[in-house]
């Protein structure tokens, strides 16, 4: 059960990551941001696949550079919305790009663990599923949610 469990959050997480990835077609900086989450649903998809995978020096190369590169850039968007936010941080590009670099993070991280333990113990799966349920659940409150919406610059509103 765990193992098909780890698979169809690495699976669920790799479609949210190329979902996100796709959305960003009409942002500003569109080429960045494809890459930024292009890399995890690779990797995660390659999780999703066969968890042994982790342990391979190439993954765990490419996903310690991509943690390093979102860690970095978090801190940095995090020390510019606690200087500059006067509203909830997902009324704010930088708030929800700051989301999606927590997740990338979040996940990877995760997946990095599971080296030891492809399919991981009962506490790494729970959090698994916490994070897979995270973003869509995210996704749909905020479809739902017009008026949150409404403030978003036009490149943000018409891809939903």
Known sequence: MAPALWRACNGLMAAFFALAALVQVNDPDA?????VYTIPAVLTLLVGLNPEVTGNVIWKSIS???ILFCTVW???LASYLLH???QNILH???GR???GLVIITAWII???SSSKNPVGGRIQLAIAIVITLFPFISWV???INKEMRSSWPTHCKTVI
């Not at 080429?31 to 890459?35: I, K, S, T």
Request: charge should be negative; hydrophobic fraction near 40%; charged fraction near 25%.
């Open 31 to 35: 080429e960045v941001w494809v890459v």
């Open 64 to 66: 310690a550079i991509h």
């Open 74 to 76: 978090a801190v940095g």
């Open 84 to 86: 500059r936010t006067q």
């Open 92 to 94: 704010e590009e930088e």
């Open 97 to 99: 790009e700051l989301s």
């Open 110 to 112: 995760l997946c990095h």
């Open 141 to 143: 409150y905020i479809y």
